[in-house]
């Protein structure tokens, strides 16, 4: 198998393709346009102002998605060790973070490679660990390159805990991590990494994560040299580079030392600081005392049985010491099932899918205002033959369990997405229960109607539940969902919804909301497809593609008729 250690210059012996000639990639450079002088709009310049017209006016009917503001997608960012804080901005560029990053080996190149950073050369120093974040095509990414390439050193091993990764991203890049005879270690869970990397003389080690988004706090906890315990290397690291604005000139901010943990974050210094660490049975979270202000956590995010946990949000309040307000510390853990709860009607037990733990008993319960983000896939719910209103967070109290305020805010194709607030920390519990919103009347406007014409539906709903409750009250025909509307309720409040609901076909059907249900009559023949009127269809999109249409139709005759 090719070494992997071997110094510039050496070939491997049982791989006589590798090369030992390693030519850096030539610095990135931002293109600079030239000024251009105000003149009427050539032809090239008249197409890209129609063309532009055309997709703002699809983006309005919804055919088109609108990009975000720059604001939302540029944000600040910040590195923190100890007490020290700096802004950082991220360097940018047309190339993914795996371009960027090129990493060469004998599975991706026959010559020229060196199990290394190819396209961080520039950004590479001896016997330092670079880290910074990168924006590219593909969102916003994490790399780590360790040394530099032919730079002369004799290599190093380090050793990374990185915790609050978003369960959504990905790591593009993984160093010398190939099928056979690999050194490197890479470990991973839902929101973390352990990671233990060794490379030889003259060469560099590192990875990639990308999917960071726009709001997230990782800890990077370091081991190199004697403090790490995997390998026992030749070489030294000798610090921690942040680097922060230009590809072409960044700034690069030292970290104090190499031995204690960094975060790198979303917000500003003047942001209450967050770092995680892996324990046994989850994660532990330290915060900076908030002073009743709002913080967001990243938990263990598999929760089992298709729950994930998004986010913990929480006000903390230290106790006070001598030097003012301590740190809270908040252990949370995730399991799948969880204890037996008894279903709203009392007649039976309501599956628990997943239970979250919540605990800040190390710091005096000092946790307040706690909102947990989490979402379902629809599937998990299909397989209980439940809905998104079966969906409910009990908190335990004492013995038992109470309900807590449970709200759906989204969905996706595959998930929908829930809130859940409660007073505090605790055990948690996602349970699949009978919706507290029920139907207490139900009528229709007809009992009996004609194949394709529209019957609407009237029904009282009122929330049974102890606490205030948003719900989605659907409408059933033939036994599946054809519209729905969300209630927010107080406990024993109601209020009257109404849907208008076309029926084609001929024969008795049952209408149900919320456990109420009704019978109509229809009668004739079921009308052919596409017939006016008929479900689902969308004038504002046929007219804003019809108006497209004619917008290229003019285009083009403008083009044919105007001279050069």
Not at 452 to 468: L, Y
Not at 511 to 538: L, M, R, W
Not at 541 to 564: D, F, K, Q
Request: aromatic share 6%; hydrophobic share 35%; proline share 5%.
């Amino acid at each position: 198998m090719p070494d992997n250690n071997a110094r510039i210059g050496e070939t491997p012996a049982d791989d006589a393709r590798a090369s030992s000639e390693v030519r850096p990639d030539e610095p990135l450079r931002a293109a600079r346009s030239e000024a251009v002088p105000m003149t009427a709009p050539s032809k090239p310049v008249g197409v890209l102002l129609l063309v532009a017209t055309l997709v703002v006016s699809l983006s309005v009917a919804g055919l088109v998605p609108a990009s975000q503001p720059a604001a939302a997608q540029q944000g600040s960012y910040v590195v923190e060790q100890g007490t020290q804080c700096t802004a950082i901005t991220p360097l940018s560029g047309e190339a993914t973070a795996a371009e960027l990053y090129d990493y060469r080996s004998h599975n991706t190149h026959e010559t020229d490679y060196a199990y290394s950073s190819h396209g961080t050369t520039d950004l590479q120093r001896n016997d330092v660990s670079s880290l910074f974040l990168y924006e590219g095509p593909d969102g916003l990414s994490l790399v780590i390159v360790h040394d530099r390439l032919g730079g002369g050193t004799d290599g190093g091993a380090a050793e990374f805990e990185i915790v609050g990764l978003p369960a959504d991203g990905e790591w593009t890049v993984e160093d010398d991590n190939y099928s056979e005879n690999i050194d490197d270690v890479w470990t991973h869970g839902e929101v973390w990494s352990e990671i233990a990397w060794l490379w030889g003389p003259d060469r560099t080690d590192g990875g990639a994560y990308t999917g960071l988004g726009g709001d997230f706090e990782v800890t990077i906890d370091p081991a190199f040299n004697a403090q790490q315990s995997t390998f026992q290397p030749e070489g030294t690291v000798t610090g921690i580079d942040v680097l922060s604005g230009s590809m072409d000139r960044p700034d690069r901010v030292a970290m104090g030392n190499t031995e204690d943990p960094l975060v790198i974050r979303s917000g500003t210094c003047g942001d209450p600081t967050v770092s995680y660490a892996l324990t046994d049975g989850g994660i532990l979270a330290t915060v900076e005392d908030t002073g009743g202000e709002t913080t967001s956590l990243r938990p263990p995010a598999e929760g089992g049985n298709g729950v994930r946990y998004d986010r913990v949000s929480l006000a903390a309040s230290g106790g006070n010491t001598i030097t003012g307000p301590s740190d809270v510390e908040v252990a949370m853990s995730a399991a799948e099932g969880g204890p037996e709860i008894a279903d709203g009607d009392g007649d039976g037990t309501a599956p628990t899918l997943s239970t979250l733990t919540v605990d800040d008993g190390a710091s005096q319960g000092s946790v307040s205002d706690l909102a947990l983000s989490f979402s379902v896939e629809k599937a998990a719910l299909s397989g209980h033959d439940a809905t998104a209103s079966n969906v409910a967070v009990y908190e335990r109290v004492g013995d038992g369990w109470e309900r807590t305020a449970t709200e759906p805010i989204g969905e996706t194709d595959r998930v929908y997405s829930f809130e859940s607030t409660t007073d505090g920390g605790g055990e948690f519990a996602v349970v699949l229960a009978e919706s507290p919103i029920e139907a207490t009347e139900l009528s229709l406007d007809r009992e009996r109607i004609d194949a394709g014409e529209r019957v609407e539906v009237t029904a009282t709903v009122e929330n049974t539940a102890d606490v205030t409750e948003t719900q989605p009250v659907e409408l059933l025909v033939f036994g599946e969902v054809t519209d729905s509307q969300e209630v927010t309720l107080g406990s024993g409040e109601s209020t009257t919804v109404t849907f208008t609901q076309r029926v084609d076909s001929p024969g008795t059907h049952t209408v149900e909301v919320a456990g109420q249900t009704q019978q109509i009559e229809v009668e004739g023949e079921q009308p052919a497809p596409g017939g006016a009127g008929s479900e689902g269809s969308s004038s504002n999109g046929y007219l804003a593609v019809g108006a497209g249409v004619l917008v290229l139709v003019g285009l083009a005759l403008w083009w044919r008729r105007s001279p050069e």
